[in-house]
């Protein structure tokens, strides 16, 4: 795909959304550069090119043609960090942020934006070491960097009027990242309001694409959680049950053993024995599959104690 086709797709997007060359561009380009890419007058770097289509709910796959030496090396640790944190690998997850630091430090203003924005949500989770101890983040702490890393793309943003700003899937990331430190500190009402916020403007937002389908299902979970933790299974399997439809819809099983627990959960709560059963059983084998061996035990106690029904 040749730079003018690129142009060509990101403004014709960008006007079939309804969004203007400033609200698109804010913070990652200037709205000249914005227009000379429109018109394939410019190449972006790979970074800006990839924030312009991650506003607008566009795959990634469009630039990775694109990607310099540099900006395929940063990708690549990129890759390395998020699966190294979500694993629970944070010493390894640390030296490969610090080698991207590195790289960040010789990139041009756009790509370091971004990529300063990713490191410091990457940071906020791996926490840090102090000698040869390994230390989480306060909660408090981690808001604060999240925060931060927020307002290098959206420096106006408030939680309290998430649609006031065009977000991309890593922004989405960060405040859904927010939200699960209220929820973690003990704040519910707060970490509820976000991730309703949050839930209502990725599916008005980013309908049926790229975005939606990676971050529906992850707010659908964390916010049917804390739901059926708070008393509210009624409404946690309204949200855990918009997961598991994106989930099916697009053919993306991430999240889908930890929706259908959580609907599991929360039919039992509500009386539908049976019905929960049923999930319960689809949700172990779904996380054997996965190879998710601890989700598995929680799985099996959870029936064992509740239904007295051994799993495997």
């Known amino acids: 795909m040749d730079m003018y086709q690129i142009g060509a797709l990101i403004k014709n997007t960008r006007i079939k959304q309804g969004i203007s060359q400033e609200d698109l561009c804010q913070n990652i380009c200037t709205r000249e550069t914005l227009s000379r890419i429109e018109n394939g007058k410019q190449d972006p770097s790979s ?102 890393a927020l307002k290098l793309t959206c420096p106006n943003f408030k939680l309290e009027n998430i649609n006031a700003c065009l977000l991309g899937e890593e922004e989405t990331k960060i405040i859904n990242h927010i939200a699960l430190t209220y929820s973690e500190d003990g704040d519910y009402s707060r970490a509820m309001e976000i991730y309703k916020k949050l839930l209502e403007y990725i599916q008005s937002r980013f309908a049926s694409n790229n975005v939606n389908e990676a971050m529906l299902p992850l707010v659908a979970y964390n916010f049917s959680r804390l739901l059926g933790r708070e008393g509210h299974p009624k409404y946690a399997i309204k949200v855990a049950e ?71």
């Open 47 to 148: 970074f800006t090119l990839n924030g312009l289509l991650h506003r607008l709910g566009l795959p990634e796959s469009h630039c990775q043609i694109l990607l310099g030496v540099d900006d395929f090396a940063a990708v690549n640790l990129m890759r390395e960090i998020t699966e190294l944190n979500t694993c629970g690998n944070y010493a390894p997850a640390l030296k490969k942020i610090s080698a991207l630091e590195g790289l960040c430090a010789e990139m041009g203003k756009t790509s370091r934006t971004v990529v300063s924005q990713y490191i410091l949500r990457a940071k906020a989770l791996a926490g840090y070491y102090e000698g040869e101890e390994h230390k989480a983040y306060t909660f408090a702490e981690q808001r604060a960097m999240l925060t931060e």
């Open 242 to 312: 918009a997961g598991r439809r994106c989930c099916v819809r697009s053919n993306k099983c991430r999240m889908l053993g930890g929706l259908l627990l959580n609907l599991a959960c929360c039919y039992h709560d509500i009386g539908e024995d049976e019905k929960s059963k049923e999930l319960l059983k689809d949700a172990y084998f779904i996380h054997k599959v996965m190879e998710r061996p601890r989700s598995c035990e929680l799985i099996k106690n959870y029936a064992w104690e509740t239904f007295q029904i051994e799993m495997g």
